[in-house]
């Protein structure tokens, strides 16, 4: 029998003013001004529920090299830095231990949402094989744990201490790293890796303040309050709760449905709904895990996802989810194009009818899988998928069948204000006991600001200055002027923003090379040329520009909260070839073993 299946007509013009219409009625002209710092009397929000603090002398020592932060920037470059013989490492991180966003991540349900294969670094170094496709939280904080011990990395570490100063001395070639803790060392060479998820952030609302009852943000979990634990144990202590949770993206997606299991009453209040995609998440089978993994086998893992996502032609499919799927359907749309037609202006038409194809089909899942049809028609999201991080997952929707669940809508106005007793939205007061806050982390604001220091490099410059144009570096990791200093992120070279940890693993690498080579020439420098920064940088703007996060985009991280950018935010941009060619590129780069554009002094 013929199949008569006919894919729905799309009215790409009525959707496009849909969208348009749902970003204005969300534009706030203070754009990341609308969120407050965790300051003064709002501290509090960033108390360490997870490990006590343990007194200790201050350090006045010396070490080769300093990287700050423990998540899996410092973890990664400090293990590439042992295998090549640096043992001498110290990682000063803010949390009670290693883990970084996952120290800190331990709501309920919190898992990855990119495959473990490829997310989880130094899987094949460590022979751990992950128990699911999506990891969840504590499985990913063991994991950095069992990094940490393998290398040795706890030998030197600071915990609870954050970099208050970062000072080259260029008489003494080192740099001096001053610390909340008292501290005073010096550092032969060092490492950033203060990525944009570790300063929490809550909404500006009136009355905030004013709640008398319990109230917690989701990176500060308070297990004591709910009961529970982060490996998924119910949430025994909220069965009399009313709950309110103010936020609707990615962490809200993965902590609803557990609270919809516990709450006696969770009002789930929503600005804008997330794109949710199916997650289907499963155990990975220990036969097939001991057959893939022979020799090399994440790093395959590695490029054949950064490949098939990122515009590549791998003929297999590897990861094969839905970051993949996005890809692919874009491509193939793409390839439909006649050879003459592929001019940017028909490739981006052909981009956009797969996504209002993909999230066509996003949207009506809401409407299937919600019972209540006025419920369902609130969760979709009318945008387009990359304005926002997409979501996977297979219980956020159903959790709005719960009884006990109730959509607060609020039209893409937000809450109104908060009372003694409750949150208010369009005039009404919904009564609750506690507040949860998933309003996520600090994104958009300065670097100096979420780092908590401003290096000073030679002749007393300070990064902030060197970057008030604009970000400048060569590779993302080097910046003239302040030399034995690398950055660990993915800005300015691979950009591949759906799986960051390849990023981080490629530039351990990297600077490990770079380190090995200085010590064994008794070079006491190493420092980027001008020319060959500026080289980069005009390399950099050949490219398309920003991928993500356009203008006409509904407000959120990706685009500045809808605020103009500014001309600095032309050079937030990665490799113009892509990720794949980037990666390439720098593995030839380094092989090559003069690192061509750095100085060695």
């Keep these: 029998m013929a199949n008569t299946t006919v894919t729905p007509t799309i009215d790409k013009e009525a959707i496009r003013q849909k969208y348009l219409a749902e970003r204005d009625k969300r534009l706030r002209s203070d754009g990341n001004a609308q969120y407050l710092r965790l300051e003064g009397q709002l501290a509090h929000y960033l108390d360490d529920p997870y490990t006590p603090r343990v007194e200790r002398a201050a350090r006045t020592d010396h070490v080769t090299f300093a990287f700050i932060d423990g998540g899996f920037a410092g973890l990664v470059t400090g293990a590439r830095l042992v295998e090549a013989g640096i043992s001498d490492v110290r990682i000063i991180e803010k949390g009670g231990d290693f883990g970084g966003t996952w120290y800190w991540n331990r709501y309920p349900g919190a898992q990855c949402d990119t495959a473990s ?32 011990r393998q290398y040795g990395l706890y030998d030197n570490a600071l915990f609870h201490t954050e970099v208050s100063a970062l000072t080259w001395n260029d008489t003494q070639k080192h740099w001096l790293i001053e610390t909340s803790r008292g501290d005073a060392f010096t550092a032969s060479f060092v490492g950033m890796g203060t990525g944009p998820l570790h300063v929490p952030k809550l909404p500006g609302i009136e009355g905030i303040q004013d709640f008398a009852g319990h109230s917690f943000h989701t990176s500060r979990w308070d297990y004591a309050y709910t009961g529970g634990d982060p490996s998924g144990a119910p949430l025994e202590h909220l069965a009399d709760k009313r709950v309110a949770i103010i936020g609707t993206g990615a962490t809200a997606v993965q902590c609803v449905p557990h609270l919809a299991r516990a709450c006696k009453d969770l009002f789930v209040f929503q600005r804008t709904p997330s794109s949710v995609d199916i997650r289907d998440n499963e155990p990975i089978d220990a036969d097939w895990f001991a057959e893939i993994a022979t020799p090399g086998w994440q790093q395959r893992w590695l490029e054949n996802f950064t490949e098939n996502q990122a515009g590549g032609r791998a003929t297999v499919d590897l990861v094969n989810d839905g970051w993949t799927d996005l890809a692919r359907r874009i491509r193939e749309r793409i390839m439909q194009l006649p050879q003459d037609q592929r001019t940017p202006r028909q490739m981006l038409a052909a981009y956009e009818d797969a996504d209002y194809e993909k999230m066509e089909q996003i949207r009506a899942r809401a409407q299937a899988i919600v019972d209540d049809p006025e419920t369902g028609e609130k969760l979709k999201a009318w ?37 003694a007793t409750g949150v208010v939205v369009a005039g009404q007061e919904y009564p609750v006991d506690c507040i949860i806050y998933a309003s996520g982390f ?43 200093a690398f950055i660990v992120q993915p800005t300015q070279g691979a950009q591949l923003i759906s799986n ?102």
């Excluded at 980069?536 to 990706?558: H, K, N, V």
């Design 117 to 148: 294969m490829i997310y989880m670094p130094l899987l094949e170094e460590t022979g751990h094989m992950p128990s699911e496709k999506y990891a969840h939280a504590p499985e990913i904080l063991a994991h950095c744990h069992r990094i940490g």
């Design 442 to 484: 600090e994104v958009g604001t300065d670097w100096t600001r979420r780092a908590g220091f401003d290096l000073v490099g030679r002749d007393g410059r300070r990064l902030s200055t060197h970057w008030s144009d604009g970000m400048r570096t060569r590779h993302g990791t080097h910046v003239h002027g302040f030399p034995n």
């Design 383 to 419: 945008y387009r998928q990359l304005c926002k991080r997409p979501c996977f997952h297979d219980a956020y929707l159903q959790a709005f069948n719960e009884p006990a669940t109730h959509l607060v809508d609020t039209d893409g106005q937000g809450v109104e204000r908060i009372t």
């Design 500 to 601: 960051v940890p390849h990023n981080l693993t490629e530039a351990g690498r990297t600077i490990a090379m770079i380190v090995r080579k200085a010590i064994d020439e008794g070079s006491r420098e190493v420092e980027v040329t001008a020319e060959a920064e500026e080289e980069w940088i005009q390399l950099l703007l050949t490219g398309s520009g920003r991928m993500i996060g356009s203008p006409d985009c509904t407000p959120g991280y990706y685009n500045n909260e809808g605020q103009a950018p500014g001309p600095a935010a032309r050079l937030n941009v990665g490799y113009p070839a892509g990720p794949t060619a980037y990666f390439r590129y720098l593995k030839e780069w380094r092989d090559k073993g003069d690192f061509a554009g750095l100085a060695f002094r």
